[in-house]
């Protein structure tokens, strides 16, 4: 198959739809970003990029963080995390505090907010440095040194962050939260801050393609705990649109407010698309049509 050629068609048929989408507008850094900008990549299991668009183009993660914050925090502290955040879609949004009162401060899944910062929690309980460890991560697998937390972004969230921090110190007042409130906020926000490259995701997210493997050949995570990964990608990834992501796209995948989302196509690859404007449930538009776009003209559902 021809690659390149396969995502200009993708991209064609996603800026083809007139729904743009708006930027996140409760982050200020976030909100001046171009509905209309578009990049898209596709790493292959062997390490082959292919990209169009404005693939080469850094911009805020955000939410993609928090997948690599929990294979990090898995692959460190292995199945005891799941102790303190569970597994099922949350049917709310990503920033919810309505059903932690009811479930005793337990989150739903480690993808909305609540559970990020249990995740966030417990890898800084276990590394020192969780923003760090989910940064060099990155760099490692991407191969590029560059990709870092952008300061601004980081320093906007948490002037405006204030129900992050009402769901950390609600958390913490059911003894879910190991570390100072503060300290966790603050590495939360700057993994979410890291600014990086449809590129740099799509090869960064080849572990989970390969099974747990990493660039360099060693293991990360095993099999059972990649597919696992995959499996709560699949059902609590895109927020409380996942039933439809699902639908539509059928790839595990994990989106972010900053327009990015991350799917997982086993066995074969990553492919990370970037469109800014965002729909009601937080998932980039034009990245979830040129995923469903692509699913439909190659069959690469895991469905």
Not at 80 to 100: A, D, H, I
Request: with cysteine.
């Amino acid at each position: 198959m021809e690659y390149g050629r396969l995502l200009r068609d993708v991209m064609a048929t996603a800026l083809a739809g007139e729904v743009r989408g708006r930027p996140a507008d409760y982050i200020p850094a976030l909100a001046a970003a171009d509905p209309s900008a578009f990049g898209m990549a596709l790493a292959t299991v062997d390490g082959a990029v292919f990209g169009v668009g404005e693939w080469e183009v850094p911009f805020s993660i955000q939410s993609v963080s928090k997948l690599f914050s929990l294979a990090l925090a898995l692959a460190e502290g292995g199945d005891g995390l799941w102790g303190g955040v569970g597994r099922e879609p949350s049917g709310n949004p990503f920033n919810s505090l309505v059903q932690l009162e009811s479930e005793q401060g337990i989150p739903r899944n480690p993808f909305i907010n609540a559970g990020a910062l249990v995740v966030t929690d417990r890898l800084l309980e276990l590394t020192g440095d969780a923003a760090g460890a989910v940064r060099e991560f990155l760099r490692a697998e991407s191969g590029n040194p560059a990709v870092g937390t952008d300061d601004a972004v980081a320093a906007s969230e948490a002037r405006h962050g204030h129900r992050n921090a009402a769901l950390a110190h609600f958390m913490a007042s059911f003894g879910n939260l190991r570390n100072p409130v503060g300290s966790v906020l603050a590495h939360y926000y700057a993994h979410c801050a890291i600014a990086a490259s449809c590129r740099d995701l799509a090869l960064a997210g080849l572990f989970l393609a390969r099974h747990g493997v990493r660039a360099d050949g060693s293991r990360l995570l095993s099999r059972s705990e990649a597919k696992r990964i995959n499996a709560v990608m699949l059902t609590c990834g895109t927020y409380d649109a996942a039933g439809d992501f699902a639908y539509r796209v059928g790839l595990p995948g994990k989106s972010g407010v900053g327009g990015g989302v991350l799917a997982v196509l086993p066995g074969r690859g990553s492919v990370c698309v970037w469109g800014p404007g965002l729909d009601a449930a937080g998932n980039s538009v034009l990245g979830v049509a040129a995923l469903d776009a692509l699913t439909t003209a190659t069959g690469w559902s895991v469905f």
